[in-house]
């Protein structure tokens, strides 16, 4: 049975964890809340002004798959920002490659 309720109901976020897995643009998103409906983990909550951006609700419990940043519509609305320890940290200046230290490196081999 769905009944609707007689009072108001509010959704405040939790506050983001440090790595604020999922950053939603504002000025760039269009509120068709295709993340919301993608996310396996259920993190966002729509919002209540229709073509508003989705509130990030429970960003704790994001599983970092990118569902909802391939899923929109408009490129650049959604970021994933990954956890510190799963982004590479050396780049080369020469050539611009990625690279953890040695591993797979012919300048600093095994």
């Known amino acids: 049975m769905n009944k609707k309720s007689e009072q108001d109901i509010y959704v ?20 068709c809340n295709q993340c919301v409906e993608v996310c396996p ?16 609700v429970f960003s ?9 940043v391939f899923i929109c519509p408009v490129e650049g609305a ?5 956890p510190l320890m799963w982004r590479v940290p050396w780049k080369r200046k ?11 490196d012919e300048k600093n081999p095994k």
Not at 12 to 31: L, Q, Y
Not at 41 to 56: C, H, L, N, T
Not at 60 to 68: A, I, L, P, Q, R
Not at 94 to 104: I, L, M, Q, R
């Open 60 to 68: 704790e419990e994001c599983w970092y798959d990118g569902s909802c």
């Open 78 to 82: 959604i970021k994933l920002h990954f």
């Open 12 to 31: 405040a976020p939790n506050n983001p964890s440090p790595s604020r897995p999922v950053i939603i643009d504002g000025d760039t998103c269009i509120g």
């Open 94 to 104: 020469e050539t611009g490659d990625y690279f953890w230290v040695n591993k797979n």
């Open 41 to 56: 983990r259920d993190i966002f909550m729509p919002s209540s002004v229709k073509g508003e951006p989705p509130q990030v």
